[in-house]
């Protein structure tokens, strides 16, 4: 059985993006060859429309990428991707299947098929899995800024207990914080 992994960068106050949207803030000059790492055993993305959107840069030919980039759109290419969107009309990356709802069931059946980890991405998307209980790790990026509201990494009625398992320190002061859940329910 696979395991279902959020993986977000986060600002010190908890946002994923500002009030306008953007995320301009994040810093991914010391964490990219971490990520590319983290990212590497993962076999399918889950991803809500924008996050689809944003990450649609990663599909271009890898020759295309500055030299240090081209292993992450090597990792990224080669992994499937499923988009969760009522209003998309089309995947617009290869390896890439739509999907118009988030099905818990579906979920719970990919994770048990699937030889490879899954990841989970773009804060709405994670909160409905975290609240169906079917995360189980989180990676989170803390960024050294504060941007005072705008998109929450967590849904703000969300609860949930935490096992620190690792944390790393980047020079540029982020900070990974890898967690698992605890005292979720556990479907087989």
């Known amino acids: ?48 429309r924008r996050l689809h959107e944003t990450m649609a840069f990663w599909d271009a030919p890898v020759d295309d990428y500055p030299p240090e980039h081209r292993e992450f759109a090597r990792v990224w290419q080669k992994a499937g991707k499923i988009v969760f969107s009522r209003t998309l009309a089309h995947p617009t990356t290869r390896n890439t299947r739509l999907e118009r709802e988030f099905d818990v069931e579906r979920i719970e059946q990919l994770k048990h098929d699937a030889d490879t980890d899954i990841s989970i991405g773009g804060a709405e998307l994670a909160g409905r899995a975290l609240e169906a209980d079917l995360v189980d790790e989180c990676h989170l990026f803390v960024n050294p800024v504060i941007v005072a509201g705008g998109k929450p990494a967590f849904r703000a009625a969300l609860r949930r207990n935490l096992e620190l398992l690792d944390t790393r320190r980047f020079g540029t002061g982020v900070v990974h914080l890898h967690y698992g859940l605890r005292g979720g329910i556990r479907r087989p």
């Open 1 to 48: 059985m696979s395991k279902l992994i959020y993986i977000t960068n986060t600002s010190l106050d908890g946002y994923v993006e500002d009030r306008t949207g953007a995320f301009d803030w994040v810093n991914p000059d010391q964490v990219f060859g971490f990520i590319t790492e983290l990212l590497r055993p993962i076999g399918t993305y889950l991803y809500g």
